[in-house]
Each structure stands twice: as structure tokens, then as C-alpha cells.
């Protein structure tokens, strides 16, 4: 994976987004499936071997991306966790709730104890709850939302009902139709900030 590099995929029908969607997530854990607990080095001398100031650093990285200074589902702050499959940092309650999901839906892992391989690195910089949650709650309502969105004091019953809302049934997510007008949208901005440099270019009168 390219750093820096973004790439648009446009789906022609919800069920083969859906089908993409479900690839990405299935490539992610394969990647990731025998990554193995960070420990402290016994060692100074042995280079390669991870260590735990790579994690910190990795751990710092990640908490920078916007929106992820808490918690993607109740708002708490300083969020140690992460889940791979959807790419949102967690506390230590919610993250608990995405493990009983299982990992089909949400493959949680430690920012500090687990091995982050730069891959993966790449892929949760690019994301972040602030984009994610502009998904996934796209269609939250302002008031009288079922079930009650889950805050940092919340009970375990709450964020349970929540995050499966949120993720499961994905009840306020933002639709396969809504995602390929946004798409296009992008792609015709490019296509017109292309002909518009492309015309600075060569400029008047040539």
C-alpha cells in the first residue's frame, strides 16, 4: 500500500458494494490474523525486533487523525483500542461490546499491546472516527434517536443496543445510492480541476 494515496471505488448495484465491502474486511484480517502481542525488547542491541516505543509511536500517530482523541461510539476520551475491520478507535467498555460482535464485523486490537504492521498503519491513518462516523451516523436524527446513543457513563445494556444499531444493522449509515452520487461528485471535481490546470498549462491564445 502507497502512503498518501487514495483510491475511489464506484459499485454497481448495494449488493456487489456490499460484496466489496466484505472482500476489504476478509483482506484486512487475513493480513492481520497471526500478528502477535508487542513485548519489550530484552535485548537494545537486536535490530528488527519490535519494541515498545515503535508501538507508542504508532499509538501517537494514530491518535492524531481527527476525531480519534475518543472514543468513535460514546465519546470517551483517550481511546486505546481500535477495530480493524471498520477503522474506529475505541475505549476499553465499547471495545468490549465489538469483541461480542465477533470478528466478522469488528476484529478489535490494542494501539499500545498489539503489533501494528505499517499496513495496517496506513489504513487506520486514513480513516479516523470523524470519517467513519460520517458513514456510519450519516442519517442520525437530531432528537428522539433509538436507541440512545451511548455517552462515556453509559451502562453496558446502552452501548450494546448502539453499537449494534451503529454497525450491525446499520441503521443510520449512509446508503450504497448516496455513496455513488458522492463518488461521481468527486470524480467530476477531479475531471474539472484537471481540464482547469491542464488549460493554466498551456495557457491563452496556444
Request: some cysteine; glycine content about 4%; overall charge positive.
Amino acid at each position: 500500500m502507497c502512503k498518501r494515496r487514495s483510491h475511489l471505488l464506484q459499485a454497481d448495484s448495494e449488493a456487489l458494494c456490499n460484496d466489496w465491502m466484505r472482500a476489504l474486511q476478509r483482506t484486512i484480517l487475513a493480513l492481520h490474523e497471526s500478528d502477535e502481542v508487542v513485548e519489550p525488547s530484552r535485548n537494545s542491541a537486536n535490530v528488527g525486533v519490535p519494541t515498545v516505543p515503535d508501538a507508542a509511536t504508532t499509538f501517537e500517530q494514530i491518535r492524531r487523525v481527527p476525531g480519534n482523541e475518543r472514543c468513535a461510539d460514546c465519546g470517551s476520551e483517550q481511546p486505546k483500542w481500535v477495530s480493524i475491520n471498520l477503522g474506529v478507535v475505541l475505549c476499553i467498555e465499547c471495545s468490549g461490546v465489538h469483541r461480542s460482535l465477533g470478528v466478522q464485523t469488528s476484529k478489535v486490537r490494542s494501539l499500545t499491546m498489539d503489533s501494528i504492521d505499517p499496513e495496517l498503519r496506513d489504513v487506520l491513518l486514513s480513516l479516523g472516527n470523524s470519517q467513519v462516523n460520517a458513514i456510519f451516523l450519516a442519517h442520525l436524527p437530531d432528537k428522539d434517536v433509538v436507541p440512545q446513543p451511548a455517552f462515556d457513563n453509559s451502562s453496558r445494556q446502552v452501548r450494546e443496543a448502539w453499537i449494534k444499531a451503529k454497525y450491525v444493522e446499520r441503521r443510520f449509515a449512509i446508503s450504497s445510492c448516496e455513496r455513488a452520487r458522492s463518488s461521481a461528485a468527486v470524480r467530476k471535481e477531479h475531471l474539472t480541476r484537471h481540464r482547469n490546470s491542464t488549460c493554466g498549462a498551456v495557457g491563452p491564445g496556444r
